[in-house]
């Protein structure tokens, strides 16, 4: 059964923007709080920004000010908006519970490149 369905990612230039999509069929979603995780190669998945139930939000050092964390809990969705996109950013992105307890999905690719 597919808990996470990435979407969105793709090749942008550096200073430009992608907004990624997460299709999460998980129980108690509402109550969640969740989070987006991407892993870079050769580096550990790492979490870059999480949103509780509530809406507040959290985001690593690194993306702070950039990304931008919501949620549609009538769609069971969270998205990511990602502007100002380094060539460090780029990354396998994925979506699940903040801390993940649930397996991942496929991610989806996001590089940043001249």
């Known amino acids: 059964q597919v808990q996470f369905v990435e979407s969105g990612g793709g090749l942008v230039q550096p200073g430009g923007s992608l907004k990624l999509s997460c299709a999460a069929s998980?129980?108690?979603?509402?109550?969640?709080?969740m989070g987006w995780y991407r892993q870079a190669p050769g580096r550990q998945r790492e979490l870059v920004a999480s949103?509780?139930?509530?809406?507040?939000?959290n985001y690593a050092d690194s993306v702070k000010g950039r990304f931008t964390i919501s949620r549609d809990n009538a769609k069971n969705t969270v998205y990511l908006q990602m502007n100002s996109l380094k060539p460090e950013d780029t990354a396998v992105y994925y979506c699940?519970?903040?801390?993940?307890?649930?397996?991942w999905g496929q991610g989806t690719q996001v590089t940043v490149s001249s």
């Open positions: 699940n519970r903040d801390p993940p307890t649930w397996s």
């Open positions: 998980i129980r108690m979603f509402r109550i969640s709080t």
């Open positions: 949103i509780r139930s509530g809406g507040i939000t």
